[in-house]
């Protein structure tokens, strides 16, 4: 089987939609070429992983959140379409490169697989921009949504965005973690100070501005993992912050293992990889109800879900975590058995053959 998988970003670029990818299809036995935007100065063609990435060259909009194909680069996509796949993989409406996606499948006659990772309209914060967004989603987004040969969602919600852009039947292609990488025998609270960590991109949409202003009035080591163009706003609003930077899955592993309290303060959400990634470390977490977090999070069960926004709501939940070592050992609990019991790469692998059966 040959499969062309068209992702706006890829590695050495890290982040959730790239990390769906590489772990679903690392699990799927077949010849698979990667397209992506070469965002990140790497070889234009490289082999890793068992996959073959082509990097076109592009331009970098919106504060770099945007990647365009040069249209000088689209030669390269007719060529290899001489492989002749057998599918073709589009990931995220929103992007340029599954709009070209969609175009060169129906150019040359080949089934493509739609899978949607968004749960709503981009959450941009300049209102202009954020218009366009939505003008973008009910047009070319559509256009992608409407006539790829089957589309998924990586989550109840994505697949309700789905419908809600255009009303089609859809499957869902859960995201999923290497629960083994991630789990152990947590204790709570065995430490003086606590810690409270946050993994994700550094940007508006991320509320990572909400945490930390709430965390001035804390007492805790507050760790923030990964990087965004967000990042120098942030590191002014608490001093006592440690920005980490970008880490590997193991270097995350470990600051999990190291960590007390996880939060994840978001505005927009497919199905969050890192509440999954906590989740099974057995982290106490509290995220904002955003998208497909309350399939992993049930309030007041495994975690507290709280409103985008409510600063209020989330120092609140802090501090009832903080002192409550018999909930936190509750949440640890009841939310490493559900990460196990649901979100194991194999259902979703099983779940991408049944669909090109």
Not at 250 to 262: N, V
Request: hydrophobic share 40%.
């Amino acid at each position: 089987m040959k499969i062309i998988i068209f992702t706006a970003y890829f590695y050495p670029h890290k982040g959730g939609v790239e990390n769906y990818v590489r772990d679903l299809f690392l699990r799927i036995n077949a010849e698979k070429i990667i397209i992506t935007s070469n965002t990140e100065n790497a070889p234009a063609y490289e082999e890793w992983n068992d996959f073959k990435i082509y990097r076109l060259e592009c331009w970098h909009l919106l504060g770099k959140r945007y990647p365009v194909i040069k249209p000088s680069e689209f030669h390269k996509i007719d060529n290899l379409m001489n492989i002749k796949p057998d599918f073709i993989i589009t990931n995220t409406r929103f992007f340029h490169l599954s709009f070209l996606g969609a175009r060169f499948a129906q150019k040359y006659n080949i089934p493509y697989i739609h899978i949607e990772h968004g749960t709503m309209h981009s959450q941009i914060k300049n209102p202009l921009f954020r218009f366009g967004g939505m003008l973008y989603d009910h047009t070319f987004g559509r256009y992608i949504i409407k006539n790829a040969w089957k589309t998924a969602g990586i989550s109840n919600a994505s697949q309700k965005f789905i419908r809600h852009i255009y009303n089609r039947n859809t499957v869902l292609m859960r995201n999923a973690i290497d629960v083994r990488k991630f789990y152990f025998e947590r204790k709570i609270f065995d430490r003086k100070k606590k810690s409270i960590i946050y993994v994700g991109r550094l940007i508006y949409a991320k509320g990572v501005q909400d945490l930390l202003s709430v965390l001035k009035d804390f007492n805790v080591n507050i760790w923030i993992v990964g990087d965004g163009d967000y990042r120098q706003k942030l590191m002014k609003i608490n001093s006592k912050a440690k920005f980490l930077g970008i880490k590997n899955s193991d270097e995350i592993a470990k600051l999990l293992s190291k960590a007390d309290i996880f939060v994840n303060p978001s505005y927009s959400e497919g199905i969050p990889t890192s509440v999954l990634e906590a989740g099974a470390s057995g982290l106490p977490i509290i995220a904002t109800d955003v998208g497909g977090t309350r399939e992993i999070i049930k309030d007041g069960e495994n975690g507290f879900l709280i409103k985008p926004k409510d600063t209020e709501m989330l120092r609140a939940k802090i501090k009832i975590l903080l002192e409550n070592e018999a909930l936190c050992r509750k949440f640890s609990k009841n939310i490493q058995s559900k990460i196990i019991r649901e979100f194991d790469w194999k259902k979703t692998r099983n779940v991408f053959f049944d669909i090109i059966k």
